[in-house]
């Protein structure tokens, strides 16, 4: 069952519709049929690129090579490349032009900024031992204007679309380990304390804050803190995510706090996981609070993962009101130097 010499057979796209998350995958998201809602020739693209691209990954991305018995590793040095958009409404034509470009849907349980409700990504994991993967490059940027186009074309939604770039030396796993009781105590504020500045959303913000419209985002920096959730149930997603809550660490859910004083905000992965993210305006802040964040997490525990991702690319749609004044999508602070 794959591709055969026709293109990607009818049994694998059949096993694609008929796909439904086991209840101990993804136990926070509610829609447990991945491919349910597309055409079958939607469902042949995305196997086709699935298969057929090694370096691509995405959730219908592993649940096609999961179905077909393909496997893939990231290598032991890699460069990611990868692009984001975030909406705060969607139709089944918008969602299906996106995922025919290669974007793929990644969404969260709880979501900030509050209202990008609708989070899709396209990514390519390279082994830097192995040259000629550039047009894996060229075919990101390209497919990110176009989905740049279909958000900016769409007269209901709002969001942005986000490329970011980084090396496996900026992704840091760790094991799954209980925190030191005086983790707190060790917490290194020094190197993760920054100014942060509001970014505006019009023309007249920008001139009251003295903050640009179009101020930069150079990098980004994700904590992950390990969540333990049962098994999906069709209860309330927000009861669900309030019994997730209660059941924490209390020593994690206090380092999720000082996290969020910092300027870190708080996300839940429909796995259950809970993320941390801060934005930086300097490649140079962001590093520091790599390197700070991955040495406490190796010696205190809790942090299971921690990754700077440099952003290539931002873009933020704008609408124009009923004054006639110029709004752009609101984003999270920038966080810059002290």
């Not at 496997?71 to 969602?95: I, K, W």
């Not at 030191?180 to 020094?190: K, Q």
């Not at 905000?265 to 429909?270: A, C, D, K």
Request: hydrophobic fraction near 35%.
């Amino acid at each position: 069952m794959g591709i055969d010499g026709s293109g990607v057979s009818s049994s694998v796209v059949a096993a694609m519709k008929a796909f439904t998350y086991p209840a101990e995958k993804l136990p926070l998201c509610s829609e447990r049929q991945p491919f349910a809602q597309f055409t079958d020739e939607l469902c042949r693209r995305i196997a086709q690129e699935a298969l057929t691209t090694p370096e691509r990954r995405g959730r219908l991305t592993d649940v096609t090579r999961q179905i077909v018995g393909q496997r893939t590793s990231d290598p032991a040095q890699y460069t990611t490349f990868e692009s984001h958009v975030g909406l705060n409404a969607v139709d089944s034509e918008l969602v299906s032009g996106l995922v025919a470009l290669g974007f793929e849907p990644h969404n969260f349980a709880g979501v900030q900024p509050t209202g990008y409700h609708h989070n899709f990504t396209q990514q390519f994991v390279v082994d830097r031992a192995h040259t000629g993967k550039g047009h894996l490059v060229a075919v990101l940027r390209e497919k990110t204007e176009q989905a740049r186009k279909l958000v900016d074309n769409h007269p209901e939604v709002l969001g942005f679309v986000e490329s970011e770039v980084y090396r496996s030396e900026y992704s840091r796993s760790l094991p799954v380990r209980a925190m030191w009781p005086d983790a707190l105590d060790h917490v290194p504020y020094r190197d993760l304390t920054y100014r942060e500045l509001v970014v505006p959303t019009t023309a007249r913000e920008a001139e009251l804050s003295g903050v640009p419209l179009e101020c930069g985002r150079a990098a980004d920096v994700h904590i992950k803190i390990a969540g333990r959730v049962g098994p999906y149930s069709s209860e309330p997603l927000e009861q669900r995510i309030a019994q997730h809550k209660c059941s924490r660490n209390p020593i994690e859910l206090k380092l999720g706090e000082r996290l969020r004083e910092l300027g870190y905000y708080e996300q839940i992965s429909q796995s259950g996981n809970f993320l941390y993210t801060a934005h930086f305006g300097e490649l140079g802040d962001a590093n520091r609070a790599f390197t700070a964040l991955a040495d406490f997490a190796s010696q205190y525990g809790g942090i299971i993962d921690v990754a700077r991702e440099a952003c290539t690319a931002f873009w933020r749609k704008s609408v124009v009101g009923e004054s006639g004044e110029v709004r752009f999508a609101p984003v999270p602070p920038l966080l810059t130097g002290r």
